[in-house]
């Protein structure tokens, strides 16, 4: 009998509500409370263990659990040695160095001798060291934008996604230091152990972000016109040719990126397809 597996994923902020739909899109099944600390999947040997976000690369790697969902900077800050399956393609944001609006600091070398504030110790310290600009690095545990106004720091280094809680506290972005989003990590020994069951899981995550980005086109066309249309569809491979009751005309098929379709779809009709179906994507192995 396959023993159960775990994976660890946050159960506070940004990241909660994508990676919970990830895995219910994936088709695993299972309860999560708000209070929730564990989570049986019923339909996979697998458990969902709701934990801190800063937490879950040390979870993976002590191998608490086999698996865990967090954010790349919080890997890179770490240093650990877990295995990154995979990026995710949400929680996309930017570790940034911002100053107060009014201060004359315009680059990250008018900050040498000066304070930086951030919860990303070692990520800014590797930074400055690396361009040889030396700063003093305070450590805060969140909230690093009001650190200028308290008068801790003449800068900071903080997460932006949208930049409008730099906005509302009156900083400006000067220079991006790491650009982040959501990863599926492995321990190492797991991966030995257990890599079977983990490309499963691995194959289900990347299946169904696959089939995001991409939807199902059907049309109708003269045979005459093949040529000029298969030069349209970008899809995955060459598109699927089916020949209709009636003779000279043919059914297509392809796959095509998403934000593709509309801008294509008069195309396709100036080349003579009519009767075009757009259909969602449920899983989609490349």
Request: with cysteine; charged share 20%.
């Amino acid at each position: 009998m396959m023993r159960r597996l775990r994976l660890a994923i946050p159960n506070k902020g940004r990241l909660v509500e994508p990676t919970v739909t990830l895995l219910r899109d994936a088709g695993l099944v299972f309860e999560a409370g708000e209070r929730a600390l564990v989570a049986r999947v019923q339909n996979f040997e697998l458990d969902i263990l709701f934990v801190r976000t800063n937490d879950i690369v040390e979870f993976v790697c002590d191998g608490v659990a086999e698996l865990g969902i967090t954010g790349l900077d919080l890997v890179a800050e770490s240093g650990s040695s877990v295995t990154q399956v995979r990026k995710l393609g949400f929680g996309r944001c930017r570790l940034t160095i911002a100053v107060p609006n009014d201060s004359p600091y315009r680059a990250p070398a008018d900050l040498a001798g000066l304070r930086v504030a951030t919860s990303h110790m070692n990520l800014t310290k590797r930074y400055f060291a690396e361009r040889s600009i030396p700063v003093d690095v305070i450590p805060v545990s969140g909230a690093a934008e009001v650190a200028p106004r308290l008068g801790l720091a003449e800068a900071i280094v903080d997460l932006v996604s949208t930049g409008s809680t730099m906005v509302v506290n009156g900083l400006r972005p000067i220079e991006e230091v790491f650009e982040s989003e959501a990863v599926l990590l492995a321990n190492p020994k797991a991966l030995e152990q257990d890599g079977a069951v983990l490309a499963q899981v691995e194959t289900m995550l990347g299946a169904t972000l696959a089939a995001r980005d991409r939807k199902y086109l059907m049309m109708n066309a003269p045979e005459t016109k093949l040529a000029e249309l298969e030069d349209l569809l970008p899809g995955l491979e060459s598109p699927s040719i089916i020949p209709l009751a009636h003779k000279g005309m043919v059914a297509i098929h392809s796959v095509v990126e998403a934000d593709a379709v509309w801008s294509l779809l008069p195309r396709l009709k100036a080349a003579g397809a009519s009767g075009i179906l757009i259909l969602p994507i449920e899983k989609l192995v490349p």
